[in-house]
């Protein structure tokens, strides 16, 4: 691609920063963002991935992914390059190209490789043990029960023929607990968007990108957060490795069932996941939470495996 396919103010910026001439710029293979996210070779041969605000929603994010990048360990993120506020115009984020990783997630699926989710796993835990930076917001509870709101017009949920009336009654008094009781306070690093496509390795180190939405939060919280999307990706029931998360699970079905109601113009692939989100969040809750077996149309004919 050529530089023809970047806007000429930043080819500027770049080449006036680095003193190198931008070559070549290529695009990501996968993610969405209305900001300017590019690959750049350089006439020296080097690559520095660039991202430019373009709106004051991507201002915001992207300032918030400056600060997380500029105080988190390089091991675990990109390192920053060079950061650049033009008079007059939004911000440039110039970091560690990390083009040569290899990436779970492309426009053509998902492939996580043999003893990739070990290395995951790790560097969550390793994400888990740092306290975050005081500046970025901080997270906070749900101040009411979306499970609540569920039960009092539950035919919608039912619908998905997860479980039956019968099972949602006798059960409904233990999820409102369990999701009033799912703590996302904190002082540890949140990525808010840990997903296949935010996630490289490079050798045998994660990498975390994309940190638009980073927060504050519980040190939990962000395995709790991707178990789910994992396991949809051949990864483990979260039961498995989050045996005591039935808060958070109970806490993520009731948010996914309500997106789902609410959100009418959904593609129909989007759909499809979070309807297989809800089912494992569902089983997941009923494991920790010791619930009975769903008795509704099984989960595996959605392609979700058992719990």
């Known amino acids: 691609m050529s530089t023809d396919a970047a806007p000429p103010y930043l080819v500027?910026?770049?080449?006036?920063?680095?003193?190198?001439?931008?070559?070549?710029?290529?695009?990501?293979?996968?993610?969405?963002?209305?900001?300017?996210?590019?690959?750049?070779?350089?006439?020296?041969?080097?690559?520095?991935?660039?991202?430019?605000?373009?709106d004051e929603d991507t201002n915001e994010w992207l300032r918030t992914e400056h600060l997380v990048l500029s105080t988190m360990p390089h091991e675990l993120v990109p390192r920053v390059v060079a950061w650049v506020e033009p008079v007059g115009g939004w911000p440039v984020l110039i970091a560690e190209d990390l083009s040569q990783a290899y990436w779970p997630a492309s426009h053509a699926g998902v492939t996580w490789r043999s003893g990739d989710f070990d290395l995951l796993f790790a560097a969550i835990e390793q994400l888990a043990s740092l306290s975050a930076n005081p500046q970025l917001p901080a997270m906070e509870n749900r101040p009411t029960s979306i499970w609540s709101s569920i039960v009092a017009k539950p035919e919608f949920f039912l619908t998905l023929e997860l479980c039956s009336a019968r099972w949602l009654g006798d059960a409904i008094d233990t999820l409102i607990e369990a999701e009033r009781n799912a703590d996302v306070t904190g002082v540890a690093f949140v990525h808010g968007d840990i997903r296949s496509d935010n996630i490289c390795i490079l050798g045998t180190q994660v990498k975390f990108v994309d940190w638009s939405h980073a927060a504050r939060g519980s040190s939990t919280y962000n395995l709790a957060q991707v178990l789910p999307t994992?396991?949809?990706?051949?990864?483990?029931?979260?039961?498995?490795?989050?045996?005591?998360?039935?808060?958070?699970a109970a806490a993520s079905c009731a948010g996914h069932i309500r997106r789902l109601a609410r959100d009418q113009g959904m593609p129909g692939w989007l759909q499809d996941v979070f309807r297989r989100l809800i089912a494992i969040d569902l089983r997941w809750a009923a494991a920790s939470l010791g619930l009975p077996k769903l008795d509704g149309r099984s989960a595996v004919a959605s392609g979700v495996p058992e719990a």
């Open 12 to 54: 500027s910026i770049i080449e006036d920063t680095l003193a190198r001439k931008a070559i070549e710029f290529s695009q990501p293979d996968c993610g969405l963002s209305a900001a300017h996210r590019f690959s750049v070779r350089l006439d020296d041969g080097s690559r520095v991935f660039v991202k430019a605000a373009t």
């Open 230 to 248: 994992l396991h949809l990706e051949g990864g483990p029931p979260p039961y498995e490795i989050m045996p005591n998360g039935g808060s958070y």
